[in-house]
């Protein structure tokens, strides 16, 4: 991305992140997360290469691989404006060599990576990624400014890392090298619809949003602005539409609920729409949990728009989110890069509650809307046409995409591949 592009975006990718750590949440090494994936924005390819990592004694491989790949954020986002999927990474044939406190992992990986339908997407990549995963504070400070430049603070400098900078060397052994091979992704899927029949199977559309303040908690902020400028559009299309106010808390700003009912199928059906604000979702206490637990445990759409904060706000939300058995749900995260952010735990948590037998991937009920870039403000207009497409139940995820969605997020639909939906 151009430096004063990149610049301008910012401020949606989350300033305020300040103790985002580099090392992974601890989870399996075998992927049992779905990769399967479309797009009408991105070329979606299977990035696969052969690694080496350093870890502590006490990682798995898959947890410093991940660790590791981190860096591939600022790497593919400095040179192609791609984004990858770094939390779903298929590791397998790890070999371990143990030496006291730390072990040498070497092995494979493959991950689903975006890459902008307007460039050529690559066949080869070159990789320059930290070779010690238990040493990253010292390679930070070695290379912060010389091979990219931190701008939210040298823990966080795999988010601009850059080893393509001019001037950038490294010294040996202080990065594995590898050439990755990209390939159209076997399993990307195209004209595929969200469950519609699941969203409506009970005459109601309950829908879920949560706004982060984007630069200042007032009215004035763009978080605001966007909440009311969707529950005024949406209200325009109820009957006996009604929006009330709760009162504010310690962390939830504002929380107002819009009612009424929609036309749909020749009869009359409910919606309600719960809207959260909040200073930022990570940061939030037990107070936003009373509201938005039992309304995530409901919901047929959750909407989460804001700073990703590094991933902290994204991890945040998905640990907060209540899963109930067979409640089909469509989830947007509007933030910036959160593709690379969502990692196994909510499908774990899906095929759990529904079965591993009836939902192995825990896909069955849940899909995925991401963003592979750094996102910008669009005042809910994208929000706007996933909910729209609800009303109507007719519109596929690729047609939802092309309307109103910006082509410059790379956003990406993942969970959708066993979804049985036809008009």
């Given at each position: 991305?151009p ?16 103790s985002?750590?580099c090392?992974?949440?601890a989870?399996?090494?075998?992927r049992d ?14 990035m ?29 986002s400095t040179?192609g404006?791609?984004g ?16 006291g406190?730390?072990?040498?992992i070497?092995?494979?990986a493959?991950?689903?990576v975006a890459?902008?339908?307007d ?15 238990s040493a ?12 990219g430049?931190s701008v ?15 001037g950038?060397?490294?010294a040996?052994?202080d ?8 390939r ?5 899927t ?8 699941k ?5 109601k559309?309950?829908?879920?949003m949560?706004?982060g ?16 400028a969707?529950l005024s559009?949406?209200g ?6 009604q929006?009330t ?9 504002r929380?107002?609920?819009?009612t ?5 199928g020749?009869r009359?059906?409910?919606v309600v ?10 940061t939030?206490?037990?107070?936003f949990?009373a509201v938005y ?10 909407v989460?728009s804001g700073h ?13 989110t209540k899963?109930k058995?067979?409640q ?8 910036c890069?959160?593709?690379e952010?969502?990692?196994t735990e909510?499908f774990?948590?899906k ?6 037998a009836?939902?192995?991937d825990g896909?069955?009920?849940l899909d ?13 207009r994208s ?7 609800m009303?109507d139940?007719?519109?596929?995820y690729?047609e939802?995409?092309s309307?109103?969605?910006s082509?410059m997020?790379?956003?990406v639909?993942?969970?959708e ?7």
């Amino acid at each position: 991305m151009p430096s004063v592009l990149r610049s301008s975006l910012l401020v949606a990718c989350g300033v305020a992140a300040l103790s985002v750590a580099c090392s992974a949440p601890a989870e399996p090494d075998a992927r049992d997360a779905n990769d399967a994936l479309s797009s009408s924005h991105a070329h979606l390819l299977e990035m696969t290469f052969e690694g080496e990592v350093v870890a502590r004694a006490a990682e798995t491989p898959r947890q410093a691989v991940i660790t590791q790949l981190q860096y591939l954020s600022g790497h593919l986002s400095t040179d192609g404006d791609a984004g990858a999927q770094i939390r779903q990474v298929a590791v397998v044939d790890a070999r371990e060599t143990a030496s006291g406190e730390t072990k040498t992992i070497r092995y494979k990986a493959a991950l689903p990576v975006a890459w902008p339908k307007d460039s050529q997407a690559p066949q080869s990549y070159e990789l320059v990624l930290p070779r010690d995963a238990s040493a990253l504070p010292r390679f930070n400070a070695t290379y912060d400014g010389k091979c990219g430049q931190s701008v939210y603070g040298q823990d966080r400098f795999w988010y601009d890392y850059n080893p393509r900078a001019p001037g950038c060397t490294f010294a040996d052994g202080d990065v594995m090298r590898a050439t990755a091979t990209l390939r159209p992704h076997p399993r990307t899927t195209q004209d595929r619809y969200p469950e519609y029949d699941k969203v409506w199977a009970d005459d109601k559309l309950e829908i879920v949003m949560v706004n982060g303040v984007i630069a200042s908690d007032n009215p004035s902020d763009e978080s605001y602005r966007e909440v009311d400028a969707i529950l005024s559009a949406l209200g325009s299309k109820l009957e006996n539409a009604q929006r009330t106010e709760a009162p504010q808390t310690r962390s939830v700003r504002r929380d107002q609920t819009l009612t009424g009912k929609v036309q749909i199928g020749g009869r009359l059906r409910d919606v309600v729409v719960r809207a959260i604000n909040v200073y930022e979702v990570e940061t939030s206490l037990d107070d936003f949990d009373a509201v938005y637990g039992p309304a995530s445990a409901d919901a047929d759409i959750i909407v989460y728009s804001g700073h990703s904060g590094l991933g902290r706000h994204i991890k945040s939300l998905l640990a907060r989110t209540k899963v109930k058995p067979e409640q089909y749900q469509v989830m947007y995260l509007y933030g910036c890069n959160t593709f690379e952010y969502v990692g196994t735990e909510i499908f774990r948590e899906k095929s759990a509650k529904n079965g591993e037998a009836r939902d192995p991937d825990g896909t069955k009920f849940l899909d995925v809307v991401s963003t592979a870039r750094p996102a910008y403000g669009d005042n809910g207009r994208s929000t706007l046409a996933l909910l729209d497409a609800m009303f109507d139940a007719k519109r596929s995820y690729n047609e939802i995409l092309s309307s109103a969605f910006s082509s410059m997020h790379l956003t990406v639909v993942f969970g959708e591949e066993d979804n049985a939906f036809q008009p």
